[in-house]
């Protein structure tokens, strides 16, 4: 599985942006997709899930502002995060395997796409 990230950037508090993380190399719909950050000095922390069948979850601290979403068609995976805060600055991780559960011990990883907001 080949995973490429994209559509981060720097932006303002409470703006918006859309990630992408478009699938290869394996069948897309029989992966689960999602999506992690780390910050400086920090620890990778889990941001969101989309399972096979469409079921998410999400983090406490960004429910109501981000959504993760998936199109088979496009074998892409989406995180629209809206109402930035400068806490969510980090690079940001698109991941793929069968189940949520398995992404930290088995998952493939795309390279990390940087999300800055400014206050």
């Known amino acids: 599985v080949q995973l490429q990230a994209s559509g981060g950037g720097l932006v303002q508090a409470g703006e918006s942006l859309r990630l992408s993380c478009v699938f290869s190399?394996?069948?897309?719909?029989?992966?689960?997709m999602g999506w992690y950050r780390q910050a400086p000095g920090k620890q990778r922390e889990f941001v969101a899930s989309?399972?096979?069948?469409?079921?998410?979850n999400y983090r406490d601290s960004v429910k109501g502002r981000f959504t993760i979403s998936r199109v088979s068609a496009k074998n892409t995976a989406y995180l629209q995060m809206n109402s930035l805060k400068p806490e969510d600055t980090a690079v940001y991780y698109c991941t793929a395997a069968r189940l949520p559960s398995l992404f930290e011990q088995h998952g493939s990883w795309g390279q990390g796409t940087q999300v800055t907001v400014s206050s």
């Open positions: 989309i399972t096979i069948g469409g079921n998410t």
């Open positions: 190399g394996n069948i897309f719909r029989n992966h689960a």
